[in-house]
């Protein structure tokens, strides 16, 4: 849960940086998380609402959203030790989702969120936007790496007609290509790390670009990955199977690779991307 727990701090960082909380919310003392575009409300201290799907929430101490205290939009750190919480069957266990029931769970407001006319806190979503969409890239050139290691492994090691795979050509080309995809992700992830901390001018496009060419390599290197293995790749006693799913979730949170492109392109000024099928 480490993304989802410093997406968490981002938006700490953001809305109140000089907050007590900070401090036991980046050491690890507390263990938060983030529910990206949701809204509760808050009264006389007590949280009630509904949260839905919100990642590692299951084993989370505190939640931080977005939240209405009648008169303002705030953010508020939600401890959930009296929460209700309900696990979801998902395709992706090494991500869990959660629900989350607040029913005057007790609530710490720790900064007001200056709205645009949109209505959105431009500080805190920026921050969060950045932040995820960064550490995501990273962590999907992390399942592409894993996953071409072990074609590479697997075609150094595998024998057919007395020879070992990994010197058909039909199998070396697409362990280049997964190669290829994940250096390309691998450089827009560092590039886009560095402008983020760095708080650069092209920040944004950094993180957009990183999200969307992560995205496509660990698709790449998990496909890949399962057709050099052939039939043992897709079975459940197979760790493979795990990187696949791990790929397909993490490509859509926080930002699909096709919505990271149509922001590319609006970033450079290129406009909106053409329909799929055109």
Known sequence: AYVEHEVAVAALRAAAGDHDLLADVTSGDMRAVYAAGQVVSIEDGAAYGRLVAVAHAATATHLLVDADDGDRQVLAVIDLADARRQTLATMDRTRPLTDVVLDATPATVVGQLATTPAGLDDGVQSAVALTAATLYAHDLVGVGQTCLDM?????????????????????????????????SARSHAYHAAWAVAADTDVARLAASQAKAAASHAAIVCAHGAMQVHGGIGFTWEHDLHLYLKRAQSGGILFGSEREHRERVAAFSGLGALEPADA
Do not use: K, N, P
């Not at 007609?161 to 290829?180: C, E, K, P």
């Open 151 to 183: 074609g590479v492994a697997h075609a150094s090691t595998r024998e057919q007609f007395g020879r070992v795979i990994g010197t058909y050509q039909a199998v070396s080309h697409r362990l280049v290509d997964m190669f290829i995809a994940l250096e």
